[in-house]
C-alpha cells in the first residue's frame, strides 16, 4: 500500500494523499446517506451505511487512503455520557464531568460497547482496493477530555484549564481512564483491520507549553508506544493541532507527525523530518479556489521534496461546502507534481 509505504518512508511512485474530514457535508453522495440515516449519530452506529460513506471520497476523489467513518466522541458516548449534535452548536453533552462522582460513573470499557466501529473496518476492509489503506483513528485523551469537561466546543476551556491549575490530580485521574480506553479501543479497530492509526488532538493548542506535555503529548505517547509495542508494522500518526511552537521538544515512538495549516511545514521539517514522516498541511480554504490550491501545492511540494518523507494532507479537515470539483483536482495535482 502507497500510503503504508509513505509513513514508513519507503520509496513509492509518488507523494500518497488523504484529507482529514473527506467524507463529510460537501458531498452529496454523503449528504444522501445521511439523510437516509435520519442524524450523524445514526449514521455512525449504522456498519453499512458508514461503510459505504467511508468508501465515496476513494471512489470520489481517487485519495490514497480511506479514514473510517465514525467520531471521535464516541468513546465518552460509549462511557454513558448522553451526547447530542446541535445545528450550529457541535456537540453537546449535557452532563459534564466535573467531580469525582461524575468520573466514577463513567463506564471503564466503552470498547467492549464499540461493535458497531468494528464491523464498519471489516466492511469497509473488505470492499477497499487492495492498494487503498484504511485509516482508523480516536481523539486524543486531552481533546476527548475537553469535550466531556466543557459538555461541548468551548472558547476559552476554563472549565478544564481551571482543574489542571486547582485540582491537578483529578485531571490525571481523567487523563489516565480516557488513555486506557483509547488503547484498547485502537487494539480493537487494528485487530478489526484497519492499516494504520491517527490520534486527532485537535485542542492540543489550548495549553501552555507546560501543560501541553504533562496533560496530552505525554498521554499520546504512551498510546503510540503502547501500539508499536504490539503492532510495529501498523503506522501511528499523531496530529496535536497548534503547537508550532512546541516543535523542539517533540519527542516519542511514532511514525508520521500531522502538520496543521498555521505552522510552516519548513518550521516543522527543520525540527522533525530527520526523525518522523510528515503529513500535511494546506490550508484548507484555499480549497474554495484552483488557484490558490495550485499555488498551496506547489509551495509544500516544492519544501517537501517528491521524495519519501511526506504525506499529503490539509492542515486541519475540510470545510461543509467545498467545490467537490476542486479537492478532484487537487488530489490530481499532488499525484502529477509528485511522481517519481
Ligand atoms: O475525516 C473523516 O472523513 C472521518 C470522519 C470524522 C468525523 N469526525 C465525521 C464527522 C472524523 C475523523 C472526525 C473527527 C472529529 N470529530 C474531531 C477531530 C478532527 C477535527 O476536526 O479537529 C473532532 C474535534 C470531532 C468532534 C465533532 N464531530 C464536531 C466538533 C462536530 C461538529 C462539526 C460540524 O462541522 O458540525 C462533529 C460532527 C461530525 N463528525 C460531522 C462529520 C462528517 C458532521 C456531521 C453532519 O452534520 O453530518
Not at 500518497?16 to 473527506?22: C, F, S, V
Not at 445514526?42 to 456498519?47: A, D, H, I, R, V
Not at 445545528?87 to 467492549?112: H, M, Q, S
Request: aromatic share 12%; glycine share 8%; charged share 25%.
Amino acid at each position: 500500500m502507497i500510503f503504508v509505504d509513505a509513513c514508513f518512508k519507503k520509496e513509492t511512485p509518488y507523494t500518497p494523499i488523504w484529507m482529514m474530514r473527506q467524507a463529510g457535508r460537501y458531498l452529496p453522495e454523503y449528504m444522501e446517506v445521511r439523510n437516509k440515516a435520519g442524524d450523524f449519530l445514526t449514521l455512525c452506529k449504522n456498519p453499512e451505511m458508514a461503510a459505504e460513506v467511508t468508501l465515496q471520497p476513494v471512489e470520489i476523489l481517487n485519495v490514497d487512503a480511506a479514514i473510517l467513518f465514525s467520531d471521535i466522541l464516541v468513546i465518552p458516548l460509549e462511557m454513558g455520557m448522553e451526547l447530542r449534535f446541535e445545528k450550529g452548536e457541535g456537540p453537546v453533552f449535557d452532563k459534564p464531568i466535573r467531580t469525582k462522582e461524575d468520573l466514577n460513573a463513567l463506564y471503564e470499557y466503552p470498547e467492549e460497547r464499540l461493535g458497531y466501529v468494528y464491523e464498519t473496518i471489516k466492511l469497509v476492509r473488505d470492499k477497499l482496493p487492495k492498494e487503498k489503506a484504511l485509516i482508523g483513528f480516536s481523539g486524543a485523551p486531552w481533546t476527548l477530555a475537553t469535550y466531556m469537561v466543557e459538555g461541548g466546543g468551548s472558547k476559552t476551556y476554563a472549565n478544564i484549564k481551571k482543574l489542571i491549575y486547582t485540582d491537578p490530580e483529578f485531571m490525571h485521574d481523567l487523563m489516565r481512564k480516557i488513555t486506557e480506553a483509547v488503547k484498547a479501543y485502537l487494539i480493537k479497530q487494528i485487530e478489526s483491520g484497519v492499516n494504520a492509526v491517527q490520534i486527532f488532538d485537535s485542542w492540543a493548542s489550548a495549553l501552555e507549553k507546560e501543560k501541553f506535555f504533562e496533560f496530552s503529548w505525554d498521554y499520546m505517547v504512551d498510546i503510540a508506544e503502547f501500539l508499536k509495542e504490539r503492532y510495529p508494522h501498523i503506522p501511528v500518526i499523531l496530529f496535536p493541532k497548534g503547537i508550532g511552537g512546541y516543535l523542539d521538544s517533540i519527542y516519542g515512538r511514532f511514525d508520521v507527525f500531522g502538520v496543521d495549516w498555521g505552522t510552516p511545514i519548513e518550521l516543522a521539517k527543520k525540527h522533525l523530518s530527520d526523525r518522523y514522516v510528515l503529513q500535511g498541511n494546506m490550508e484548507p480554504t484555499r480549497l474554495y479556489s484552483k488557484e490558490a490550491t495550485r499555488e498551496g501545492v506547489e509551495k509544500i511540494v516544492q519544501t517537501m521534496g517528491a521524495k519519501p518523507g511526506h504525506i499529503f494532507n490539509l492542515g486541519h479537515g475540510m470545510l461543509p461546502d467545498l467545490p467537490v470539483e476542486n479537492a478532484k483536482y487537487l488530489v490530481e495535482l499532488v499525484h502529477d507534481l509528485t511522481k517519481r
